[in-house]
């Protein structure tokens, strides 16, 4: 991602998400040498890359992954994007020999935990009313090497 694909991503994080992240967010990982944001456009054209329908935005900090921000257009969801960049992301820690991959995910989103879980997460813990928009729980996932143990 870059600072050229910004509005577009604003656009699809207000349309998944009930508290989404701000310009301000989004510039500060764009900035950030240890993140990286991942598109999943909807093909190449003449002018360059097609509409964005998803991204995921991830830290590889030494031998972990820490996943940050995933969202697939509303439009498009389960058709596989989700699932797309999250092997991208696991493959990218593979290859760097990580051991730990982990994120946070709303409680109430389901689609969200199956597909966490089918690629190898195990919920580790709760943060209670973690999300601002309704003070709803976030379970702490984790895949690979659970820290503390």
């Not at 190898?120 to 999300?131: A, D, K, L, S």
Request: aromatic share 8%; net charge neutral.
């Amino acid at each position: 991602m870059s600072v050229h694909d910004l509005e577009e991503v604003l656009a699809l994080e207000a349309r998944a998400f009930p508290d989404p992240w701000s310009r301000a967010q989004f510039e500060a990982e764009l900035n950030n040498p240890h993140a990286t944001i991942c598109l999943a456009r909807q093909g190449v054209t003449t002018q360059g890359g097609g509409a964005i329908l998803g991204y995921i935005a991830y830290w590889h900090i030494v031998d972990e992954i820490q996943i940050l921000d995933v969202a697939v257009d509303p439009h498009v969801q389960r058709q596989g994007i989700g699932r797309k960049l999250l092997d991208h992301v696991l493959r990218t820690g593979e290859a760097a020999r990580c051991v730990t991959w982990s994120l946070e995910v709303r409680a109430s989103n389901r689609a969200a935990r199956r597909l966490y879980t089918s690629a190898g997460f195990q919920i580790v813990n709760t943060r209670r009313g973690y999300y601002a928009h309704g003070g709803e729980d976030a379970f702490i996932m984790v895949r690979g090497h659970v820290p503390g143990t």
